[in-house]
């Protein structure tokens, strides 16, 4: 009876996390225009098809392709369920980390054989404020990351017994990611770092290796060719994003960045994303990648592991965005690596510490979640909902997508291409026949700083009086309140408190 008790418990426990975090899915952490981005172009491809790019970026360059094509898929039904907003999107998102949290217990109970242990393993990840961050997050990080669980699951479970076709079920699984988003190459390489440990364990061969290439590689052939009829010059697109985002970088600078990138996690430094405090994590971490390093020269089986957070490094470097969500990719391999390394240096349960420093750990959540519970992000819509009708044209930041109907509400960055099209900010507002304007007060603030904070719009320097001028002469302030997105600076956010103004454009007046 014990013997089947304990293992069944993790499902009790996994319920039990999911209900306590869809109590507060909508409010931590603070609601990011990636969400409300992803989500946007979700309804457009519901309403368009495949080909359509997001309606709200009409002068940023955007182009139509096939990599996120699953995810945006996988959003259609829960917008028809839920309707569109957070709660909807942030479900997926929750969904993906009570599963990840399951593989997690699973792997962990096939490396110490103990259910006590893989559970107070799991129960650790499961109050662990980054994995709960990611799991209430609406992009495709924990998504990615469960990826990257499920991968080292099969392989690790199924090594002894593992055939040819088990190759190519693994690299359908890994292939289909790549409809998810770019970073699937991260769970290619996870998965590949564990093959070339397997065949240095003898129990797996080179051709293993190869099958599961070849299989990945013709998804990503799949997803290419459609990306091709989608648009006919998609990789150099694509590519021309991307240099945007700096990928295009010589692979010494990417290097020389990876340090930056966990100094900033460690030192809490982020523009608009939130970053929990996960100092402690990232101590414990580094130092069971040294141990198990060590545990692998004296031929223990610490690389099972190392390896596949290695894999995920590589990634990281070839990929050469930093994005601060995305570091959830190393927790649920790091975790397991960690519970290696302690398996491996103790044979007693440690039942005490482990519990006291879960304890800590949820002291820690706790404290880095209660402020985020009265910056409700229903409070802000409700606000522009009372002043706009959710079908009039809008210019505002996309943080505001949800209070709008499809093809409402044109974005900020739009602004920073105005000279390239030959338009004034008066014409831009005429051709897209907008009624209102709400205005965010980080517009100001970025303008007095410039050019700092140039990443959040672009440069507004080219705009930013015609604008003022614009909202001065030709429109009528119809609303204003104060809320917490009206700066999505994070370091700022804090700081006083930031108002919205909601303007009324007059056209008969406009000039």
Not at 339 to 354: M, R
Request: glycine content about 6%; some cysteine; overall charge neutral.
């Amino acid at each position: 009876m014990k013997k089947r008790f304990i293992p069944n418990i993790i499902y009790i426990y996994v319920l039990i996390w999911f209900a306590a975090n869809l109590l507060f899915l909508d409010t931590f952490p603070f609601m990011h225009s990636d969400e409300s981005w992803l989500s946007g172009l979700s309804r457009a491809m519901m309403h368009g098809g495949p080909g359509v790019t997001e309606p709200f970026f009409d002068l940023l360059p955007r182009f139509p392709h096939a990599i996120k094509i699953l995810f945006h898929t996988m959003q259609m039904p829960f917008l028809l369920a839920f309707g569109y907003n957070l709660l909807a999107v942030r479900l997926i998102s929750l969904i993906f980390g009570t599963a990840t949290l399951y593989l997690v217990y699973k792997l962990a109970l096939h490396i110490s054989k103990s259910p006590v242990r893989a559970l107070i393993l799991a129960m650790l990840l499961s109050v662990d404020v980054q994995f709960i961050y990611a799991s209430h997050f609406a992009r495709q990080d924990i998504i990615i990351a469960f990826g990257t669980v499920a991968a080292a699951h099969v392989i690790i479970r199924n090594a002894e017994r593992w055939r040819y076709r088990s190759d190519i079920l693994l690299g359908v699984l890994i292939g289909l990611f790549i409809g998810i988003h770019p970073n699937s190459l991260m769970i290619a390489l996870c998965a590949g770092c564990l093959y070339l440990y397997q065949i240095f364990m003898k129990q797996f061969k080179l051709s293993n290796l190869l099958i599961l290439i070849a299989t990945i590689a013709a998804f990503a052939g799949v997803f290419i060719g459609i990306s091709y009829q989608l648009d006919s010059k998609f990789i150099a697109h694509y590519m021309q994003i991307g240099s945007n985002l700096g990928v295009d970088s010589t692979l010494a600078e990417k290097i020389r960045s990876l340090p930056g990138y966990f100094g900033r996690l460690f030192t809490r430094i982020s523009g608009t994303y939130y970053t929990p405090p996960i100092q402690p994590q990232l101590i414990v971490f580094g130092i069971s990648i040294i141990a198990s390093a060590i545990f692998a020269f004296r031929g223990r089986k610490a690389l099972r592991f190392l390896m596949p957070v290695l894999g995920i490094t590589a990634g990281f470097v070839l990929i050469g965005r930093y994005s601060q969500p995305a570091v959830i990719l190393f927790w649920p391999l790091m975790y397991l690596l960690v519970f290696d390394v302690t398996v491996s240096l103790t044979k007693k349960y440690q039942l005490i510490p482990a519990l006291a420093l879960g304890a800590a750990m949820l002291v820690c959540t706790v404290s880095s979640v209660v402020p985020y519970l009265n910056r409700d992000y229903r409070d802000y819509i409700d606000e522009i909902e009372s002043a706009v009708p959710s079908d009039a044209k809008v210019l505002a930041n996309l943080n505001a997508e949800y209070a709008f109907d499809h093809g409402a509400l044109v974005d900020y960055r739009n602004l920073e291409h105005l000279e390239d099209n030959g338009l004034t900010f008066a014409e831009y507002i005429d051709n897209n026949d907008i009624d209102y304007i709400v205005y965010p007060q980080e517009m100001d603030f970025i303008y007095q700083k410039r050019p700092v904070w140039n990443i959040v719009y672009g440069n507004i320097y080219p705009y930013y009086d015609y604008m003022n001028a614009f909202l001065d002469q030709n429109c009528t302030r119809v609303h204003a309140f104060t809320s917490p997105y009206a700066m999505r600076i994070t370091r700022h956010m804090d700081k006083q408190d930031w108002t919205v103004i909601i303007y009324a454009v007059e056209r008969q007046g406009q000039q």
